[in-house]
Protein backbone atom coordinates (compact mmCIF):
# COMPACT_ATOMS: atom_id res chain seq x y z
CA UNK A 1 0.00 0.00 0.00
CA UNK A 2 2.59 2.02 0.72
CA UNK A 3 4.51 1.59 -2.22
CA UNK A 4 1.32 2.76 -4.15
CA UNK A 5 0.92 5.87 -2.45
CA UNK A 6 4.87 6.67 -3.43
CA UNK A 7 4.29 5.84 -6.70
CA UNK A 8 1.01 8.04 -7.06
CA UNK A 9 3.22 10.64 -5.02
CA UNK A 10 5.61 10.41 -7.60
CA UNK A 11 3.58 10.48 -10.28
CA UNK A 12 1.87 13.56 -9.35
CA UNK A 13 4.99 15.36 -8.92
CA UNK A 14 6.17 14.80 -12.62
CA UNK A 15 2.47 15.79 -13.86
CA UNK A 16 2.49 19.00 -11.80
CA UNK A 17 6.24 19.69 -12.91
CA UNK A 18 5.18 18.62 -16.91
CA UNK A 19 1.87 20.95 -16.85
CA UNK A 20 4.33 24.09 -15.41
CA UNK A 21 6.48 23.54 -18.26
CA UNK A 22 3.73 23.51 -20.65
CA UNK A 23 2.22 26.78 -18.81
CA UNK A 24 5.76 28.37 -19.64
CA UNK A 25 6.03 27.29 -23.38
CA UNK A 26 2.13 28.49 -23.80
CA UNK A 27 3.61 31.80 -22.00
CA UNK A 28 6.00 32.23 -24.92
CA UNK A 29 3.47 30.74 -27.70
CA UNK A 30 1.13 33.59 -26.22
CA UNK A 31 4.05 36.43 -27.14
CA UNK A 32 4.67 34.88 -30.53
CA UNK A 33 1.30 35.09 -31.44
CA UNK A 34 0.44 38.75 -30.10
CA UNK A 35 3.77 39.73 -31.87
CA UNK A 36 3.11 37.80 -35.09
CA UNK A 37 -0.49 39.21 -35.39
CA UNK A 38 0.95 42.75 -34.47
CA UNK A 39 3.05 42.87 -37.98
CA UNK A 40 -0.19 40.63 -39.70
CA UNK A 41 -2.32 43.72 -38.73
CA UNK A 42 -0.15 46.37 -39.63
CA UNK A 43 1.01 44.90 -43.07
CA UNK A 44 -2.89 44.95 -43.93
CA UNK A 45 -2.98 46.36 -48.13
CA UNK A 46 -5.30 48.91 -49.14
CA UNK A 47 -8.94 47.64 -50.76
CA UNK A 48 -7.23 48.59 -54.24
CA UNK A 49 -4.87 45.49 -53.51
CA UNK A 50 -7.08 43.24 -51.33
CA UNK A 51 -7.95 39.93 -54.02
CA UNK A 52 -11.41 38.91 -54.30
CA UNK A 53 -12.20 35.62 -52.43
CA UNK A 54 -14.64 33.22 -52.66
CA UNK A 55 -16.22 31.78 -49.03
CA UNK A 56 -17.58 28.10 -48.82
CA UNK A 57 -19.91 27.23 -46.61
CA UNK A 58 -21.90 23.74 -45.95
CA UNK A 59 -24.83 23.84 -43.74
CA UNK A 60 -26.21 20.54 -42.33
CA UNK A 61 -29.78 21.13 -40.10
CA UNK A 62 -30.79 23.98 -37.72
CA UNK A 63 -28.10 24.80 -35.45
CA UNK A 64 -28.24 26.96 -33.02
CA UNK A 65 -27.38 30.71 -33.97
CA UNK A 66 -27.62 29.44 -37.58
CA UNK A 67 -28.50 33.12 -38.91
CA UNK A 68 -26.66 35.29 -37.14
CA UNK A 69 -23.39 33.03 -37.82
CA UNK A 70 -24.82 33.08 -41.82
CA UNK A 71 -25.22 36.95 -41.50
CA UNK A 72 -22.00 37.77 -40.21
CA UNK A 73 -20.63 36.66 -43.32
CA UNK A 74 -22.73 39.02 -45.16
CA UNK A 75 -21.53 42.09 -43.09
CA UNK A 76 -17.67 41.94 -44.47
CA UNK A 77 -15.96 45.24 -44.69
CA UNK A 78 -14.21 43.72 -47.51
CA UNK A 79 -14.13 44.79 -51.34
CA UNK A 80 -14.78 41.99 -53.19
CA UNK A 81 -16.34 38.36 -52.30
CA UNK A 82 -18.65 35.64 -53.06
CA UNK A 83 -20.37 33.44 -50.74
CA UNK A 84 -21.10 29.66 -51.88
CA UNK A 85 -23.44 27.51 -49.68
CA UNK A 86 -23.90 24.01 -50.18
CA UNK A 87 -26.41 21.32 -48.37
CA UNK A 88 -26.22 17.68 -48.26
CA UNK A 89 -30.10 17.28 -49.70
CA UNK A 90 -32.58 19.91 -50.90
CA UNK A 91 -34.81 19.64 -48.18
CA UNK A 92 -32.29 20.52 -45.69
CA UNK A 93 -33.83 23.29 -43.30
CA UNK A 94 -31.09 24.78 -43.38
CA UNK A 95 -31.47 26.09 -46.70
CA UNK A 96 -34.78 28.33 -45.74
CA UNK A 97 -32.38 30.18 -43.38
CA UNK A 98 -30.02 30.17 -46.17
CA UNK A 99 -31.99 31.89 -48.41
CA UNK A 100 -33.71 34.53 -46.40
CA UNK A 101 -30.61 35.97 -45.18
CA UNK A 102 -29.14 35.68 -48.94
CA UNK A 103 -32.48 38.05 -49.57
CA UNK A 104 -31.66 40.32 -47.58
CA UNK A 105 -27.88 41.12 -49.04
CA UNK A 106 -28.62 41.33 -52.59
CA UNK A 107 -25.32 42.97 -52.93
CA UNK A 108 -23.27 40.41 -51.97
CA UNK A 109 -22.93 37.79 -54.50
CA UNK A 110 -24.15 34.57 -53.07
CA UNK A 111 -25.24 30.77 -54.75
CA UNK A 112 -26.92 27.65 -53.10
CA UNK A 113 -25.69 24.28 -54.21
CA UNK A 114 -26.89 20.83 -53.23
CA UNK A 115 -23.93 18.05 -53.53
CA UNK A 116 -25.39 14.55 -52.11
CA UNK A 117 -23.37 12.41 -49.83
CA UNK A 118 -21.05 10.25 -52.57
CA UNK A 119 -17.95 10.79 -50.18
CA UNK A 120 -17.03 9.44 -46.77
CA UNK A 121 -16.83 12.69 -45.62
CA UNK A 122 -19.92 14.65 -47.22
CA UNK A 123 -18.24 18.11 -45.41
CA UNK A 124 -15.29 17.78 -47.85
CA UNK A 125 -17.38 17.02 -50.91
CA UNK A 126 -19.48 19.77 -50.05
CA UNK A 127 -16.02 22.30 -50.29
CA UNK A 128 -15.00 20.16 -53.45
CA UNK A 129 -18.49 21.02 -55.01
CA UNK A 130 -18.03 24.52 -54.12
CA UNK A 131 -14.74 25.25 -55.02
CA UNK A 132 -15.40 23.78 -58.34
CA UNK A 133 -17.69 26.47 -59.67
CA UNK A 134 -16.23 29.41 -57.21
CA UNK A 135 -15.21 32.47 -59.25
CA UNK A 136 -12.10 32.84 -57.12
CA UNK A 137 -8.28 32.13 -56.60
CA UNK A 138 -8.96 32.08 -53.04
CA UNK A 139 -11.39 30.25 -51.14
CA UNK A 140 -12.36 30.84 -47.21
CA UNK A 141 -13.77 27.51 -45.95
CA UNK A 142 -15.77 28.25 -42.74
CA UNK A 143 -18.16 25.96 -40.71
CA UNK A 144 -21.45 26.61 -40.64
CA UNK A 145 -21.70 27.23 -36.41
CA UNK A 146 -18.59 29.94 -36.71
CA UNK A 147 -19.30 33.56 -35.80
CA UNK A 148 -16.75 36.14 -37.49
CA UNK A 149 -16.92 40.62 -36.95
CA UNK A 150 -16.79 42.65 -39.70
CA UNK A 151 -12.87 42.41 -40.40
CA UNK A 152 -12.24 38.90 -40.84
CA UNK A 153 -11.82 38.53 -44.31
CA UNK A 154 -9.43 42.11 -44.68
CA UNK A 155 -7.73 40.46 -41.34
CA UNK A 156 -7.17 36.45 -42.81
CA UNK A 157 -6.58 36.99 -46.06
CA UNK A 158 -3.21 38.73 -46.91
CA UNK A 159 -0.85 36.36 -45.90
CA UNK A 160 -2.01 34.37 -48.75
CA UNK A 161 -0.36 37.49 -51.27
CA UNK A 162 2.61 35.51 -50.41
CA UNK A 163 3.10 32.89 -53.03
CA UNK A 164 5.44 30.95 -50.16
CA UNK A 165 2.34 30.65 -48.16
CA UNK A 166 0.04 28.08 -49.23
CA UNK A 167 -3.23 28.19 -46.24
CA UNK A 168 -3.95 30.11 -43.14
CA UNK A 169 -6.12 29.34 -40.48
CA UNK A 170 -7.49 30.63 -37.37
CA UNK A 171 -7.84 30.12 -33.09
CA UNK A 172 -11.09 30.42 -32.22
CA UNK A 173 -13.02 31.29 -28.51
CA UNK A 174 -15.99 28.74 -27.64
CA UNK A 175 -19.38 30.79 -27.32
CA UNK A 176 -21.58 29.03 -25.36
CA UNK A 177 -25.33 28.59 -26.85
CA UNK A 178 -26.79 26.22 -24.01
CA UNK A 179 -25.77 26.54 -20.24
CA UNK A 180 -23.44 24.33 -18.66
CA UNK A 181 -22.13 21.25 -20.20
CA UNK A 182 -21.76 23.52 -23.48
CA UNK A 183 -19.65 26.09 -21.22
CA UNK A 184 -17.14 23.53 -20.06
CA UNK A 185 -16.55 22.64 -23.88
CA UNK A 186 -16.78 26.13 -25.26
CA UNK A 187 -13.70 27.17 -22.63
CA UNK A 188 -12.03 23.93 -23.90
CA UNK A 189 -12.08 25.88 -26.91
CA UNK A 190 -10.94 28.68 -26.04
CA UNK A 191 -8.16 28.06 -23.25
CA UNK A 192 -7.11 24.16 -23.85
CA UNK A 193 -7.08 24.18 -27.66
CA UNK A 194 -5.41 27.64 -28.03
CA UNK A 195 -2.40 27.12 -25.95
CA UNK A 196 -2.29 23.25 -27.53
CA UNK A 197 -2.40 25.27 -30.76
CA UNK A 198 -0.03 28.09 -29.52
CA UNK A 199 2.50 25.62 -28.49
CA UNK A 200 2.67 23.73 -31.28
CA UNK A 201 3.33 26.98 -33.88
CA UNK A 202 6.04 27.58 -30.87
CA UNK A 203 8.19 24.50 -30.95
CA UNK A 204 7.39 23.29 -35.19
CA UNK A 205 5.35 26.20 -36.92
CA UNK A 206 1.73 25.02 -38.38
CA UNK A 207 1.85 22.06 -40.07
CA UNK A 208 -1.97 21.40 -39.47
CA UNK A 209 -5.41 23.46 -40.04
CA UNK A 210 -8.42 24.36 -37.58
CA UNK A 211 -11.84 23.48 -39.14
CA UNK A 212 -13.80 26.97 -37.95
CA UNK A 213 -11.38 28.63 -40.88
CA UNK A 214 -9.11 27.40 -43.19
CA UNK A 215 -7.78 29.63 -46.49
CA UNK A 216 -6.20 28.06 -49.14
CA UNK A 217 -5.40 29.04 -52.78
CA UNK A 218 -6.40 26.99 -55.60
CA UNK A 219 -2.93 26.36 -56.81
CA UNK A 220 -1.74 25.20 -53.16
CA UNK A 221 -4.84 22.53 -53.22
CA UNK A 222 -4.32 21.78 -56.44
CA UNK A 223 -0.75 20.77 -55.39
CA UNK A 224 -2.24 18.12 -52.45
CA UNK A 225 -4.47 16.83 -55.20
CA UNK A 226 -7.56 18.66 -54.41
CA UNK A 227 -9.84 18.15 -51.85
CA UNK A 228 -9.95 14.46 -53.69
CA UNK A 229 -7.27 13.98 -51.41
CA UNK A 230 -9.18 14.90 -48.32
CA UNK A 231 -12.70 12.42 -49.10
CA UNK A 232 -12.07 9.71 -46.47
CA UNK A 233 -10.25 12.17 -43.36
CA UNK A 234 -12.72 12.96 -40.71
CA UNK A 235 -9.56 15.62 -39.59
CA UNK A 236 -9.58 17.02 -42.96
CA UNK A 237 -8.70 20.26 -41.57
CA UNK A 238 -5.27 18.82 -40.13
CA UNK A 239 -4.81 16.76 -42.95
CA UNK A 240 -5.15 20.22 -45.47
CA UNK A 241 -2.50 22.01 -43.27
CA UNK A 242 0.03 18.92 -43.27
CA UNK A 243 -0.18 18.10 -46.75
CA UNK A 244 -0.27 21.57 -47.81
CA UNK A 245 3.33 22.07 -45.34
CA UNK A 246 4.80 18.88 -46.91
CA UNK A 247 3.93 20.29 -50.44
CA UNK A 248 6.49 22.95 -49.30
CA UNK A 249 4.23 26.03 -48.60
CA UNK A 250 3.99 27.84 -45.24
CA UNK A 251 0.72 27.67 -42.99
CA UNK A 252 0.40 30.47 -41.32
CA UNK A 253 -1.36 31.09 -37.94
CA UNK A 254 -3.57 34.32 -38.06
CA UNK A 255 -4.11 36.34 -35.61
CA UNK A 256 -7.86 37.00 -35.94
CA UNK A 257 -9.77 35.26 -33.26
CA UNK A 258 -13.12 33.81 -34.62
CA UNK A 259 -15.93 32.83 -32.35
CA UNK A 260 -17.30 29.06 -32.64
CA UNK A 261 -20.81 27.98 -31.58
CA UNK A 262 -21.11 25.65 -28.90
CA UNK A 263 -24.64 23.64 -28.16
CA UNK A 264 -24.14 20.69 -26.32
CA UNK A 265 -27.03 20.66 -24.00
CA UNK A 266 -26.54 17.38 -21.78
CA UNK A 267 -23.60 15.29 -20.90
CA UNK A 268 -23.73 12.82 -22.82
CA UNK A 269 -24.01 15.18 -26.08
CA UNK A 270 -21.08 16.93 -24.68
CA UNK A 271 -19.22 13.80 -23.90
CA UNK A 272 -19.57 11.94 -27.33
CA UNK A 273 -18.46 15.24 -29.09
CA UNK A 274 -15.28 15.75 -26.95
CA UNK A 275 -14.12 12.10 -27.14
CA UNK A 276 -14.69 11.71 -31.14
CA UNK A 277 -12.50 15.32 -31.37
CA UNK A 278 -10.13 13.52 -28.93
CA UNK A 279 -9.58 9.82 -30.59
CA UNK A 280 -9.53 12.05 -34.07
CA UNK A 281 -6.30 14.05 -32.84
CA UNK A 282 -5.06 10.86 -31.35
CA UNK A 283 -5.16 9.05 -34.91
CA UNK A 284 -3.89 12.22 -36.65
CA UNK A 285 -0.44 12.98 -34.43
CA UNK A 286 -0.03 9.57 -32.41
CA UNK A 287 2.86 11.17 -30.19
CA UNK A 288 1.09 14.38 -29.59
CA UNK A 289 -1.60 13.25 -28.18
CA UNK A 290 -0.11 10.53 -26.10
CA UNK A 291 2.21 13.73 -24.67
CA UNK A 292 -0.86 15.62 -23.89
CA UNK A 293 -1.66 13.85 -21.20
CA UNK A 294 1.09 15.12 -19.29
CA UNK A 295 -0.48 18.82 -19.74
CA UNK A 296 -3.18 18.49 -17.68
CA UNK A 297 -2.92 19.88 -13.90
CA UNK A 298 -5.71 19.33 -12.27
CA UNK A 299 -5.79 15.13 -11.78
CA UNK A 300 -2.04 15.16 -10.91
CA UNK A 301 -2.59 17.97 -8.34
CA UNK A 302 -6.13 16.02 -6.59
CA UNK A 303 -3.84 12.86 -7.03
CA UNK A 304 -1.08 14.39 -5.45
CA UNK A 305 -3.51 15.68 -2.67
CA UNK A 306 -4.75 11.97 -2.16
CA UNK A 307 -1.33 10.44 -2.00
CA UNK A 308 0.12 13.04 -0.09
CA UNK A 309 -2.68 13.06 2.43
CA UNK A 310 -3.12 9.12 2.53
CA UNK A 311 1.04 8.96 3.73
CA UNK A 312 0.43 11.89 6.36
CA UNK A 313 2.41 14.46 4.44
CA UNK A 314 -1.08 17.18 4.28
CA UNK A 315 1.11 20.21 3.93
CA UNK A 316 2.64 18.54 0.63
CA UNK A 317 -0.78 17.15 -0.88
CA UNK A 318 -1.92 20.93 -0.29
CA UNK A 319 1.25 22.65 -2.41
CA UNK A 320 0.40 19.95 -5.11
CA UNK A 321 -3.22 20.75 -5.22
CA UNK A 322 -2.72 24.41 -4.90
CA UNK A 323 -0.05 24.99 -7.76
CA UNK A 324 -1.97 22.43 -10.25
CA UNK A 325 -4.85 25.10 -9.27
CA UNK A 326 -3.01 28.56 -9.60
CA UNK A 327 -1.25 26.66 -12.85
CA UNK A 328 -4.91 26.54 -14.59
CA UNK A 329 -6.48 29.72 -13.01
CA UNK A 330 -3.03 31.19 -14.73
CA UNK A 331 -3.64 29.84 -18.15
CA UNK A 332 -6.77 30.37 -18.06
CA UNK A 333 -6.03 34.42 -17.69
CA UNK A 334 -3.32 33.83 -20.23
CA UNK A 335 -4.50 32.81 -23.19
CA UNK A 336 -8.69 32.61 -22.61
CA UNK A 337 -8.17 36.24 -21.80
CA UNK A 338 -5.33 38.05 -23.17
CA UNK A 339 -5.20 35.74 -26.37
CA UNK A 340 -9.21 34.96 -27.53
CA UNK A 341 -11.02 37.20 -24.93
CA UNK A 342 -13.49 35.03 -23.67
CA UNK A 343 -16.13 36.88 -21.55
CA UNK A 344 -15.99 32.99 -19.75
CA UNK A 345 -12.68 33.34 -18.17
CA UNK A 346 -13.68 36.84 -16.51
CA UNK A 347 -17.01 35.25 -14.94
CA UNK A 348 -16.29 32.26 -14.30
CA UNK A 349 -12.66 31.29 -13.72
CA UNK A 350 -13.15 28.09 -11.86
CA UNK A 351 -14.98 26.63 -15.01
CA UNK A 352 -11.43 26.24 -16.73
CA UNK A 353 -10.05 23.85 -13.12
CA UNK A 354 -13.29 21.64 -13.52
CA UNK A 355 -12.65 21.46 -17.64
CA UNK A 356 -9.35 20.23 -16.97
CA UNK A 357 -10.36 17.13 -15.29
CA UNK A 358 -13.48 16.50 -18.06
CA UNK A 359 -10.69 16.70 -20.81
CA UNK A 360 -7.73 14.67 -18.70
CA UNK A 361 -11.24 11.99 -18.43
CA UNK A 362 -12.00 12.44 -22.20
CA UNK A 363 -7.69 11.93 -22.91
CA UNK A 364 -7.89 8.46 -21.08
CA UNK A 365 -11.06 7.60 -22.87
CA UNK A 366 -9.37 8.06 -26.25
CA UNK A 367 -7.43 5.01 -25.76
CA UNK A 368 -10.50 2.78 -25.22
CA UNK A 369 -11.60 0.65 -28.45
CA UNK A 370 -14.83 2.87 -29.65
CA UNK A 371 -16.26 2.93 -32.71
CA UNK A 372 -18.78 6.09 -33.25
CA UNK A 373 -21.43 6.62 -35.73
CA UNK A 374 -20.43 9.62 -38.03
CA UNK A 375 -23.66 11.49 -38.82
CA UNK A 376 -26.95 8.98 -40.21
CA UNK A 377 -25.48 5.70 -39.07
CA UNK A 378 -24.05 4.95 -43.15
CA UNK A 379 -20.38 5.97 -42.33
CA UNK A 380 -18.11 5.57 -38.78
CA UNK A 381 -15.09 6.82 -37.68
CA UNK A 382 -11.68 3.68 -38.56
CA UNK A 383 -9.00 5.83 -37.36
CA UNK A 384 -8.29 8.72 -39.32
CA UNK A 385 -10.86 7.63 -41.87
CA UNK A 386 -14.18 7.79 -42.20
CA UNK A 387 -15.60 4.38 -43.79
CA UNK A 388 -19.30 3.23 -44.67
CA UNK A 389 -20.36 1.24 -41.45
CA UNK A 390 -20.98 -2.63 -41.78
CA UNK A 391 -24.08 -4.22 -40.71
CA UNK A 392 -24.49 -7.40 -38.87
CA UNK A 393 -24.98 -9.33 -42.18
CA UNK A 394 -21.79 -8.04 -43.80
CA UNK A 395 -19.83 -8.72 -40.86
Known amino acids: MWLILYFVLGLAVLGTLSSGVFLGLAVVGVIRFRLDARKQFSSIPDDAHLPPVSVLKPVHGLEARLKENIESFFRQDY ?140 DSLASIGGYTALRDYIAYDFAIGNLIAKAGYRVVLSGHIIDHVVNQKSFGRMWQNQLRWAQTTRYSRPKGHFGSGLIFAMPYGLLGFLAAAGLGHWKIGAVLLGAALLNRLAEAWLVGWMVVRDPQVRSAPWLYPLRDLLGFAVWFASYLKLRYVWRDSRFELRGTRIALRQTSAEK
Open 79 to 218: PDYEILFAADEANDAALDVVREVCARYPHVRSRVLVTGTPWPNPVVHSFHCMAEVAAHEILVTTDSDVEVDARYLREIVPPLLDPQVGMVTCVYRGKNAAGFFSGLTAIGMSVEMTAGVLVANLLEGMKFGLGPTTVVRK
